[in-house]
């Protein structure tokens, strides 16, 4: 293991500890340094975020902060977020076309609530799809842990139902991702492809980046090959450079595929992608619960943790 695996292992793993975040989080800066990844705590905040990627012809997907919730009220409360997000967003008429969409974590919705936790996420969720579907926009399961991939999919089964535009999303780090795509290729299925963000044994997940990306391509392969809907989700250029290629050899129209990248990395990059005519959404994350978010984008790349420390550091 080498120098960044072990920085990635360290902060992924403190990306779970209550008493770090409680520091970093009353760290009197941090706030101010979180703004590069994280537009805001407030619904005005992400509108205005998504206002401001559609002045460049950018779309969006934005995530409402939080998750492994066990508080019911806290469940709640996120789906309230949510409904009042979308209404907002066509209020500004930023919801139409799947431009402002929005990405829903099930554990921030109630999955991990003791009894029927798996119910009342999935209720959670199908309320905010109906929410979508009258703003006239879309909705995306974003992936958890590998625990969760199961009931997730299964989750993700029962919403497509009456929601058949609900977007999946596969990590290539984990070994049965292949078979996942196989299943979800089909006519009208919109599946994100990232290469994953949490701490995985090996058991269940390639370890080395090398594997991850290998399998990222032969997953690229199965989703451009068929008939869905791919969302290439990476800031890598070798992925998205072959992604362009697969596209082209399979004779995708840019409207058939999009890009993905995450809110603050690699901006430029992104409105290039857009410029040349191909779809670009960014995704958005807002609201108070940006601790783990932040934790995880540290851990894929020691430039962004060295640019939080410095901010710590300067203004201290
Ligand atoms: C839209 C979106 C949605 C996502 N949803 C999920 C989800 O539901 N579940 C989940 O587990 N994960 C999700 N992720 C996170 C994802 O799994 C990865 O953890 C994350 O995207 C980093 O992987 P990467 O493909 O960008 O490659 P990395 O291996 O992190 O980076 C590859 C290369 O990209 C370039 N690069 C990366 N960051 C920068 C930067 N800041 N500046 C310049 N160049 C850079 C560098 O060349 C780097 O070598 C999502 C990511 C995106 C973009």
């Known amino acids: 293991m080498d120098a960044s695996d072990l920085l990635r292992n360290s902060l992924l793993q403190l990306s779970k500890s209550g008493t770090v975040r409680q520091t970093i989080e009353k760290a009197p800066v941090s706030r101010s340094v979180v703004r590069r990844f994280v537009p805001g705590d407030a619904t005005a905040d992400a509108v205005a975020a998504v206002a401001e990627l559609r002045a460049t012809n950018r779309l969006a997907t934005i995530d409402y902060l939080g998750e492994d919730t066990t508080d019911l009220t806290q469940a709640i409360r996120t789906r309230?977020?949510?409904l009042e997000l979308l209404k907002a967003l066509a209020d500004a008429d930023l919801s139409q076309h799947g431009m402002g969409e929005v990405s829903l974590k099930l554990s921030a919705l109630g999955q991990y609530l003791p009894g029927d936790g798996h119910k009342i996420a999935l209720d959670h969720a199908r309320e905010i799809c109906q929410a979508a579907a009258n703003a006239g926009t879309t909705v995306t399961l974003d992936m958890e842990d590998h625990t969760t991939t199961d009931a997730t999919l299964e989750s993700l089964r029962e919403l497509r139902q009456d929601f058949?535009?609900?977007g999946a999303v596969i990590q290539s780090y984990l070994k049965r991702s292949e078979g996942d795509c196989?299943?979800?290729?089909?006519?009208?299925s919109r599946v994100r492809l990232c290469k994953g963000a949490y701490k995985e044994p090996e058991s269940v997940a390639h370890?080395?980046?090398?594997?991850v990306d290998q399998n990222y391509v032969r997953c690229l392969k199965i989703l451009m090959a068929g008939d869905g809907y791919p969302m290439v989700a990476s800031h890598d250029p070798r992925l998205i450079e072959i992604a362009g290629a697969l596209a082209a050899h399979h004779h995708r129209?840019?409207?058939?595929?999009?890009?993905q990248m995450l809110y603050g990395i690699r901006p430029e990059e992104q409105k290039r992608i857009a410029d040349r005519g191909n779809q670009m959404r960014v995704y958005i994350p807002y609201g108070e619960e940006w601790y783990g978010y932040l934790m995880r984008r540290m851990a894929e790349r020691p430039a962004n943790t060295m640019f939080f420390l410095r901010g710590l550091a300067s203004k201290n």
Do not use: I, M, N
């Open 164 to 166: 058949p535009w609900v």
């Open 80 to 82: 309230d977020h949510y």
């Open 253 to 259: 129209d840019a409207d058939s595929f999009e890009y």
């Open 207 to 211: 370890q080395s980046s090398a594997d």
């Open 182 to 188: 196989r299943d979800l290729a089909h006519e009208g």
